[in-house]
Structures are given as structure tokens and as C-alpha cells.
């Protein structure tokens, strides 16, 4: 069975700060996806990453892959208070369909 | 939210209700996906469709059965609603297998 984890799955921090969530999977994938997902809202993605040693960046975030550690990271940088939500990662088990498997989601809280 | 309508938004049910939740799209994607969310779960796919009257099982299928008659729209059904079932349902478009999923506004359903 699939397993995505992420870490930390709260987190509190300062703007201005510098964070990163992790997101490991068991078993051998090359697309991940990570969403934000504001409170009582729908998830809104934010980047689609599809072979090993994707990079990609928006603004203050930007998310890597690395498929033989099955380890994606999205990095924070200046944190600012919009960018407060619930972020997800997902994984893609199957081939010829899209079959996302999600992480439990990280609740991120940035404080001015 | 891409072109995607949920309906009803909210819904409340009694145990052993039929229940139907509609999703319709315009934007043609061939891709419609059914996922629920529930508090420390993250997102769970239920069932998926890759094309009219084309679908398959998710990770939690059982007790849920979809249909889709036309491009547009994808239903699910709960035969006989149960408490646990109780959940936030997401509708998602994708218009190609790799690429980033589009979510609707989402049904909140209680089975009491």
C-alpha cells in the first residue's frame, strides 16, 4: 500500500522566515503535485512536477522532486501571511490513468 | 474553479438514503475524478472516469458507484448513505493524464 507522509503537519512561523515541507512516498513514482487549500475551500495546485530533479518555482515557494529518494520538498522563502493555508502533496500511483494518492497535508500558519 | 459546478453544496441525509451528487464541467476534459476528505485523511479518490461511460475504482469505492452518460457530467451515488460517509466530496477535472487536476467547490454531506 502507498503510503505519502508529510512532515511537519502543523507548522507556525514568522514572515520573513525561510521553511521547508517534506513530503516522502513508498513506493516508485515520477509525477507529484502539490496543492494549497485555503480553510472551507477547494484545492487550488500549485505545481506539477513530472521527472526526476524537477524544480519548480512561484514567487516565494518553489518545489523540487527527487524520485530515487521518493522525496519532494516545497520551500518557503520570506514567508508572508497570505501564503497561511493547509498544503498538499500527492502522489501519482498509475500508469494510463491518474490515480493520486494525497498526503495528509501540512497546516501552515505564518504570524506577523 | 475551472468551469466546475457541485451540486448540492450541502446536503443532509438520513442512514439508509439514497444520495446522488452531480458534478458538471465545460471544459470537456476527458478526465472527471470523484475524492473525499475527511479530517487527518487528506484527500481519498473514491472513483474515477476516463471517458463517457469509462470508470473505475479509487482507494474507497465501496459503497459508492459513478456514472457518466456524458462528457459533461459525473455522478456519485451512495446507495444506502451511512455515517461514514459523512465527508467533504471534491469533483477534479484533468484534460490529460500528467497534468495538474482542477478542483470544484466541493459537497459537504452529513449522514445522521
Known amino acids: 500500500e502507498l503510503k505519502v507522509e508529510q512532515n511537519p503537519l502543523f507548522l507556525s512561523m514568522q514572515e520573513g522566515k525561510n521553511y521547508t515541507i517534506y513530503c516522502n512516498y513508498s513506493t516508485t513514482s515520477d509525477r507529484l503535485y502539490w496543492y494549497r487549500q485555503d480553510p472551507g475551500k477547494s484545492l487550488e495546485s500549485l505545481f506539477v512536477l513530472l521527472s526526476n530533479g524537477a524544480v519548480k518555482q512561484e514567487g516565494r515557494l518553489m518545489a523540487s522532486l527527487d524520485t530515487k529518494a521518493r522525496l519532494s520538498t516545497l520551500h518557503i522563502t520570506a514567508a508572508v501571511h497570505d501564503l497561511s493555508a493547509t498544503y498538499f502533496c500527492?502522489?501519482?500511483?498509475?500508469?494510463?490513468?491518474?490515480?493520486?494518492?494525497f498526503g495528509q497535508g501540512t497546516r501552515l500558519t505564518i504570524n506577523p | 474553479d475551472a468551469g466546475i459546478t457541485q451540486s448540492p453544496r450541502h446536503k443532509v441525509t438520513e442512514t439508509g438514503t439514497p444520495v446522488t451528487l452531480r458534478c458538471h464541467q465545460t471544459?470537456?476534459?476527458?478526465?472527471m475524478y470523484w475524492y473525499r476528505q475527511d479530517p487527518g485523511h487528506g484527500l481519498r479518490l473514491i472513483h474515477y472516469s476516463y471517458g463517457v461511460k469509462d470508470t473505475d475504482k479509487g482507494e474507497v469505492s465501496d459503497g459508492y458507484s459513478v456514472s457518466r452518460s456524458k462528457t459533461e457530467d459525473f455522478l456519485l451515488t451512495l446507495e444506502s448513505a451511512t455515517s461514514s460517509q459523512t465527508s467533504v466530496y471534491f469533483c477534479a477535472i484533468s484534460e490529460r493524464l500528467g497534468e495538474k487536476l482542477f478542483f470544484g467547490s466541493g459537497t459537504q454531506l452529513s449522514v445522521l
Open positions: 500527492a502522489v501519482d500511483i498509475a500508469q494510463g490513468a491518474q490515480k493520486l494518492v
Open positions: 471544459e470537456n476534459h476527458r478526465y
